[in-house]
C-alpha cells in the first residue's frame, strides 16, 4: 500500500499514495465502470427541516493563508471566494445526526470499491435515498452550507459526484483515502463516527498550494490534521485547491458523508476536468453528466439550480 521510499538522511516521502494523474488517470477512466445504484430505502427515517442547526459556524482558514494570490479566486458581488477550510463544525442537531447514521448504515451494502481513491464508497446516495436527497436540497441546509463558503451552493448538478459515503473497516484490505485533491470547488465532510469507534482515520491535509504539493515529506510542518475527531463533525474543504488524505482505518469502523456544492454564479469557474470525473465513474457516465454541466447557460444561477432540482440561494442570502 504504501509509496515510502526512505532516501538516507530525510524523511519518507509520503506514507500514503498519491491519486493517480495524467496518463494513469485515462487509463483508470478506461477501467472505470458506472457505479452500482440500489433501489431506494423502504422505511427510512424522513428528513425535517429542523434538523438543520441554526448556528453553524467553524473557524475558519482563507485560501490566501494556503498561499494562493487574491489575483487566482474568484471575485463576485463584492465577495471575494477565499474559503479553504471551515471546522470542525456542527451542521444537523443529534436527532438529524442520528437519522443520517442510520440511513447511511443501511446502505452500506450497495457500497462499492473504488481503485481511483481506494476506499469502499457508495456514489450518489442522494438518488438511493430520499432522506440525503431532500437533506441536500432543503433550502435552510443549503443556506448554512452558503454561508459557510461565502458564497451562493446549490448540490452539484454532475449527480454522480454530488453526495458519496465512505465506508471505513479496519480488517482486511486497508481502507483509506489516498492524496488527492477534489475536482470538486466545495466540499462538506460529515464524520459519522467518532475517534472512539475507531483506530486511524485521520484526515489530513496539506496547507500550501497544489502546485506546492509534489515532493512533499512525511514531516513536512505543513501536513496538518484536521480537529474531526468527534461524532457528527463537520468540515467544509475547498477541496480543488487543498490535497488531503485519510489515514488506514486500523480497528472499529469509520463512515462519511462526503456533499458537493457548486456556485451556480461561478459556473464557468467549476474546477472539474472530463478526465478526473471519468476515472472514478468510467467515460460512458461522465459523457451525459459533462454535457449537463458544460451546456451553455444563458442565466446559471436559475439554470444549474433546476436542473440539480435546488432552491435558489442568492448573494442577498448569503450575506444577511
Ligand atoms: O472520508 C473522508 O473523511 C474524506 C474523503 C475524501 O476526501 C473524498 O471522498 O474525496
Ligand atoms: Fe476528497
Not at 472539474?272 to 444561477?301: C, E, M, Q, Y
Request: charged share 25%; hydrophobic share 35%.
Amino acid at each position: 500500500m504504501t509509496t515510502a521510499r526512505t532516501t538516507r538522511g530525510r524523511s519518507p516521502v509520503l506514507n500514503l499514495p498519491r491519486t493517480a494523474t495524467g496518463f494513469d488517470q485515462v487509463l483508470h477512466a478506461l477501467r472505470g465502470r458506472k457505479p452500482r445504484r440500489a433501489t431506494g430505502l423502504p422505511g427510512e427515517p424522513r428528513w425535517r427541516r429542523e434538523f438543520v442547526r441554526r448556528d453553524a459556524a467553524g473557524p475558519r482558514t482563507s485560501l490566501e493563508e494556503f498561499g494562493y494570490g487574491s489575483h487566482e479566486l474568484n471575485h463576485a458581488h463584492g465577495t471575494v471566494d477565499d474559503t479553504a477550510l471551515v471546522g470542525p463544525l456542527r451542521i444537523l442537531t443529534p436527532e438529524g445526526l442520528d437519522c443520517l447514521a442510520e440511513v447511511c448504515d443501511r446502505l452500506e451494502p450497495s457500497a462499492g470499491s473504488s481503485r481511483f481513491i481506494a476506499t469502499r464508497r457508495l456514489r450518489s446516495a442522494d438518488l438511493m435515498s430520499a432522506f440525503i436527497n431532500n437533506m441536500i436540497r432543503d433550502r435552510d441546509f443549503l443556506l448554512a452550507c452558503s454561508r459557510l463558503a461565502g458564497v451562493p451552493l446549490i448540490p452539484h448538478p454532475l449527480r454522480i459526484p454530488t453526495a458519496q459515503i465512505n465506508y471505513f473497516e479496519g480488517r482486511g484490505r486497508p481502507e483509506i483515502v489516498r492524496w488527492h485533491r477534489d475536482g470538486m470547488d466545495y466540499v462538506l465532510t460529515i464524520q459519522l463516527n467518532g475517534y472512539e469507534d475507531y483506530d486511524g482515520g485521520r484526515f489530513l491535509y496539506f496547507q500550501g498550494r497544489t502546485d506546492e504539493f509534489p515532493g512533499v515529506r512525511e514531516d513536512d510542518p505543513r501536513i496538518r490534521e484536521a480537529p474531526c475527531g468527534e461524532r457528527g463533525t463537520a468540515l467544509f474543504l475547498h477541496g480543488s485547491r487543498i490535497f488531503h488524505a485519510v489515514t488506514p482505518v486500523t480497528r472499529g469502523r469509520r463512515v462519511t458523508l462526503v456533499i458537493s456544492f457548486f456556485c451556480p454564479y461561478f459556473a464557468r469557474q467549476d474546477s472539474n476536468t472530463f478526465w478526473h470525473l471519468a476515472a472514478d465513474d468510467g467515460i460512458p457516465a461522465t459523457i451525459p453528466s459533462w454535457l449537463r454541466l458544460k451546456w451553455p447557460v444563458r442565466d446559471p444561477a436559475m439554470d444549474f439550480s433546476l436542473r440539480a432540482g435546488s432552491p435558489v440561494i442568492t448573494w442577498e442570502d448569503v450575506r444577511e
